[in-house]
């Protein structure tokens, strides 16, 4: 079992993309538990604020180290484990396909969002043990990639493909792309399938499947490939 406590400003983001498909089906399998937390019940003033002016000046707010350190602080308490903390940031590791099978051998993680211009570096320095991004482009929070953070693990969750799947079998695992797939009607609006996937000789699909995933990966992600291949 593996339990992922997510702490945000938008609780309400969360409802849907985890509701779905493979991430549903682990939570009532009992093999995933995720528990989404509002960090604005931490908020100490009567305003109950959780983000003030960045010291020094600057564009927008920054949040506030004592309001997230109450939030994490409570949330932690609430299991024996800590969980491993991870804060979500562009300023982070990228999330890569190694991370992700890193992660999902943890038993607990905490992941954090952040809103606004960002948090006060305290809280990342102290409570925080890992920074990831998701890629190189600014959201508008945090919680979009701790969903994709949380899809990608929880595929790797011993049980949570079903038969069927193993995430082993997938691209990346030998790091090259997918070769293209087909299936019927073998012909539609004169659109034709590759003839040799029709064709029943086993050795021949198979390296034509290889050369594809190849041809592939050179034209579209050659940095995937080792240099000078
Ligand atoms: N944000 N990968 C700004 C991201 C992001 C990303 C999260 C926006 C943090 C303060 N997080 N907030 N890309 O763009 O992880």
Same mark, same amino acid.
């Given at each position: 079992?593996?339990?992922?406590? %997510?702490?945000?400003?938008?609780?309400?983001?969360?409802?849907?993309?985890?509701? $779905?498909?493979?991430?549903?089906?682990?939570?009532?399998? +009992?093999?995933?538990?995720?528990? $989404?937390?509002?960090?604005?019940?931490?908020?100490?003033?009567?305003?109950?604020?959780?983000?003030?002016?960045?010291?020094?000046?600057? &564009? +927008?707010? *920054?949040?506030?180290?004592? %309001?997230?350190?109450?939030?994490?602080?409570? $949330?932690?308490?609430?299991?024996? &484990?800590?969980?491993?903390?991870?804060?979500?940031?562009?300023? +982070?590791?990228?999330?890569?396909?190694?991370?992700?099978?890193?992660?999902?051998?943890?038993?607990?993680?905490?992941?954090?969002?952040?809103?606004?211009?960002?948090?006060?570096?305290?809280? %990342?320095?102290?409570?925080?043990?890992?920074?990831?991004?998701?890629?190189?482009?600014?959201?508008?929070?945090?919680?979009?990639?701790?969903?994709?953070?949380?899809?990608?693990?929880?595929?790797?969750?011993? +049980?949570?493909?079903?038969?069927?799947?193993?995430?082993?079998?997938?691209?990346?695992?030998?790091?090259?792309?997918?070769?293209?797939?087909?299936?019927?009607?073998?012909?539609?609006?004169?659109?034709? *399938?590759?003839?040799?996937?029709?064709?029943?000789?086993?050795?021949?699909?198979?390296?034509?499947?290889?050369?594809?995933?190849? &041809?592939?990966?050179?034209?579209?992600?050659?940095?995937?490939?080792?240099?000078?291949?």
């Amino acid at each position: 079992m593996m339990r992922v406590d %997510v702490l945000t400003l938008f609780p309400a983001a969360f409802a849907g993309p985890l509701d $779905v498909s493979i991430v549903k089906r682990a939570r009532e399998d +009992g093999l995933l538990e995720i528990r $989404v937390h509002d960090i604005r019940e931490h908020a100490t003033d009567r305003h109950r604020s959780v983000d003030d002016y960045p010291f020094g000046g600057g &564009q +927008g707010m *920054v949040m506030r180290v004592d %309001v997230l350190d109450a939030a994490l602080q409570h $949330v932690q308490a609430q299991e024996e &484990q800590r969980g491993y903390v991870i804060f979500l940031s562009p300023q +982070g590791e990228r999330l890569t396909d190694a991370l992700v099978r890193e992660l999902a051998i943890h038993p607990r993680l905490v992941l954090v969002c952040g809103r606004y211009e960002g948090v006060d570096e305290r809280f %990342v320095e102290h409570c925080v043990d890992r920074e990831i991004s998701i890629g190189d482009y600014i959201l508008t929070g945090g919680e979009l990639p701790a969903m994709v953070l949380i899809d990608a693990v929880a595929r790797h969750i011993p +049980g949570a493909l079903g038969d069927e799947v193993s995430p082993e079998e997938e691209s990346f695992v030998d790091g090259l792309l997918e070769h293209p797939q087909y299936t019927r009607p073998a012909e539609y609006r004169g659109w034709t *399938v590759p003839d040799v996937l029709l064709s029943g000789h086993h050795a021949n699909i198979e390296k034509w499947k290889k050369e594809a995933r190849l &041809q592939r990966t050179r034209e579209r992600r050659p940095d995937l490939l080792p240099p000078g291949d």
